[in-house]
């Protein structure tokens, strides 16, 4: 199952960051949408995602219809405090074999309401208390992209560990 990481107009240099090191480590490609907040050579972005950043699989795009016109297989979630399905009802594994593609908005705005009506069944959240603000985003990307490869059965990950005086 491939994993992709769509992140529309970030604005704080350290999430993405943060979620350009989670993408790092389980093999997932980040799609960053303009305008970005910051100089993607910014140092707190390469602080965040640390010796990880050579090893990651990065595309920049002008606007979020180039990401679905080159992806038009893609299977896309949009996830949003505003969706009505949480992000553990859906089946990331049965969808014929197509690419999974999370599109996460700006920090302060979310993806735009017409985006999320567009794609309606499409659109997830991850439960939180009423009224609240929401998670962070680089913590609301980690908790949705490792449900997806919980279903998978963690394909192609290291599942166990050892210690270091263990052959």
Known sequence: MKINVVLVEPEIPSNTGNISRTCSVIGAALHLVHPLGFDISDKQVKRAGLDYWDEL???????????????????????????????????????????????????????????????????????????KRSLNLSNSAAIIVYEALRQGGFEDLQTEGRFPDEV
């Open 57 to 131: 699989e990065i595309h920049e795009y002008d606007s979020f219809g180039e990401v679905l016109d080159k992806y038009p297989e893609g299977d896309f979630y949009f996830c949003s405090t505003k969706a009505k399905k949480t992000y553990s009802d859906m089946d990331y594994v049965n969808n014929g074999d197509r690419e999974l593609f999370f599109v996460f908005g700006k920090e302060t705005k979310g993806l735009p309401e017409d985006l999320l009506r567009e794609h309606i069944e499409k659109c997830i959240r991850i439960p939180m208390r009423e009224n």
